[in-house]
């Protein structure tokens, strides 16, 4: 599940404070909606099977394994709100475990508007997300005042207001109204907000609290009209963003005070077409709120249920393919299995993003970060390379000078990464250690793979070639397909033979582990893990290569779909 940093929790909670725009980064700084990926900018020749991992985040390929886990609480919460505003009863069915990962993904960020986000989870089904317990843990904030705090907030006016309304739905959610003189308290002290000058979204909180104490919204409250929309196309992204906030605000105090919201409807229709595939689950929920409080009917946020229900994972959670950011390790892997297919991996818009990666602030300086750099725009763009990347590659200390069990499988990564970047490394010192365990032998293939890579044919005599075949043929419970691909795969470059014993073995475990949604090219990684893995299908392919094709080849003489064919 996609965690909060601590940057990301005060973004997070930016709505509820009622102080900054939705659409703001943590660093305060403008976030423009993500562009979705584009073929042609890449410049290659004929649709790219990779274009659905292009990160909409900053242009270099994710790691497709992230679409089996949800978002954060926070935005599936929005998610299924939204739906319901759709017309549509989502459900969602949570297992204990992860019932207790989206609960904790949630108290994480904010013991008050954390359990808000429950609601949804709740409402869907989810019956155990949010309990009378969470009722009892919100009164525990309240405050003598009349308010209630939120320790992630902090105890300003706005802050106990966005509590106290956060935590007055928690109550309501789970039939727990609480002590009546704490209600009148808290209803004094919002009328008393009410008699200020209150704006848009906090008199919106200000009226559904008193909604929710069954008090009456105040006539001052209620004189407030929806914000213009003449002027929204001049608007900056994020005055866009505020003035959606304030329309939803005065829809949330209309609604509390039993009037019929009148909002520009076909301005927001306008926003709602134009920004479907582009907003953030938030921003969709408040869109939504305010047409469909404005008089719209389900139909016109069916652009915005394909989005999410394409979303939806199995249990009824929600991913955010918008949200996953890519990496250079995900985007080597593409560049290595479109090379393995022979579709050349020239590639302008990730060279883009490579080079745009390396000039933000915190872009990753580290050894790692800049081999791969290097790697990438070699296969990319067709660079150089760098002096500095030819020091790192001979240098002990980044690619180890004598290799272990400890550091086998390092050493064979930074290998791979120093070839692909053109970089030579030197043979290294080898201590020999016994190859029984699934861990020893996990580790011994990694050493024959980094050194056929090196291009050093001869395996060490130590290197116990019946143990891989045994690897191979029939690996332990809980070994990924990665790992058995790789024993195969330094069991025949030691010398083994590709017998039918264990072409069979390896046809069944490929053959389990083969398909994903969208993806029917690629491997999940197996050994209970249902997650889409480039790694692993990189290791497939070039054992079916080793193999001379026989490991992939269907009985009618075809291959299996690779990850160089359309995606489904």
């Known amino acids: 599940m996609k965690k909060a940093t601590a940057r990301a929790a005060v973004a997070a909670l930016a709505c509820a404070v009622l102080a900054v725009s939705c659409t703001a980064p943590s660093d305060g700084t403008a976030r423009s909606a993500p562009s979705a990926p584009d073929a042609a900018a890449s410049g290659r020749g004929s649709a790219d099977p990779f274009e659905t991992l292009v990160s909409r985040q900053n242009g270099l390929f994710y790691h497709p394994f992230l679409r089996t886990h949800p978002t954060s609480a926070q935005d599936q919460s929005f998610a299924l709100r939204t739906l319901r505003e759709a017309g549509a009863r989502p459900t969602v069915e949570l297992t204990a475990a992860v019932s ?19 609601i949804a989870f709740r409402d869907a089904g989810a019956r155990n997300a949010l309990t009378g317990a969470d009722a009892e843990a919100v009164e525990r904030l309240y405050r003598p005042g009349g308010w209630y705090e939120d320790p992630a907030l902090g105890d300003d006016p706005a802050q106990r207001l966005s509590a106290t309304w956060a ?171 479109r090379t393995l297919a022979g579709d050349g991996a020239r590639d302008v818009r990730l060279a883009r993003a490579v080079r745009e990666e390396k000039e933000t602030d915190d872009a990753p300086d580290d050894p790692v970060s800049r081999i791969t750099r290097a790697a990438l725009l070699r296969s990319a763009a067709g660079d150089g390379v760098p002096q500095d990347v030819r020091a790192l ?59 056929t890579l090196l291009g050093t044919e001869k395996v060490p005599a130590w290197v116990d070639t019946a143990a891989l075949r045994r690897a191979a043929i029939n690996p332990e419970t809980g070994t990924p397909l990665y790992e058995q691909a790789l024993a195969a795969l330094a069991y025949l470059r030691a010398g083994g033979k590709a017998d039918a014993a264990l072409l069979s073995a390896l046809r069944s475990e490929q053959a389990a582990q083969h398909g994903c949604p969208g993806l029917p090219g690629l491997y999940r990684i197996g050994a209970g893990d249902q997650g889409c893995d480039l790694k692993t299908t990189w290791a497939v392919r070039r054992l079916d290569r080793q193999l001379d094709g026989r490991l992939l080849r269907l009985p009618d003489g075809t291959h299996a779909p690779s990850g160089s064919e359309k995606q489904g």
Not at 107 to 116: E, I
Not at 306 to 325: K, M, N
Not at 394 to 399: M, P
Not at 407 to 416: F, K
């Open 393 to 451: 590659c001979t240098d002990g200390s980044v690619v180890p000078s004598e290799v272990t069990q400890d550091d086998a499988v390092e050493w064979q990564r930074m290998v791979l990464l120093c070839a692909e970047a053109g970089a030579k490394t030197p043979a290294p010192a080898v201590t020999a250690w016994p190859v029984r365990t699934r861990q020893q032998i996990r580790d011994a293939a990694a050493l024959v793979d980094g050194l």
């Open 167 to 337: 935590a007055l739905e928690v109550l309501d959610a789970v039939g727990r109204p609480g002590p009546d003189k704490r209600r009148e308290a808290t209803a004094r002290w919002l009328t008393s907000l009410a008699d200020g000058d209150p704006g848009l979204e906090e008199a919106g909180a200000i009226a559904r609290s008193l909604r929710l104490l069954g008090r009456p919204v105040p006539a001052r409250l209620k004189a407030l009209k929806a914000p213009p929309m003449a002027d929204f196309g001049s608007l900056s992204p994020d005055e866009r963003a505020q003035r959606l906030l304030d329309t939803y605000g005065y829809v949330t105090l209309a609604e509390s005070a039993g009037i019929a919201p009148e909002v520009d409807r076909t301005a927001w229709r306008k926003a709602l077409g134009d920004n479907a595939e582009a907003l953030e689950y938030d921003q969709l929920y408040y869109l939504a709120r305010v047409l469909r409080a404005g008089g719209e009917d389900g139909d016109v946020l069916r652009p915005v249920v394909r989005r999410l229900e394409s979303s939806r994972l199995p249990d009824g959670t929600v991913g955010d393919p918008s949200s996953y950011v890519g990496t250079g390790d995900a985007s080597l892997f593409v560049q290595l299995l």
């Open 100 to 118: 207790d990962e989206v609960r904790s993904d949630a108290l994480a960020v904010s013991a008050v508007w954390g359990r808000y986000w429950l």
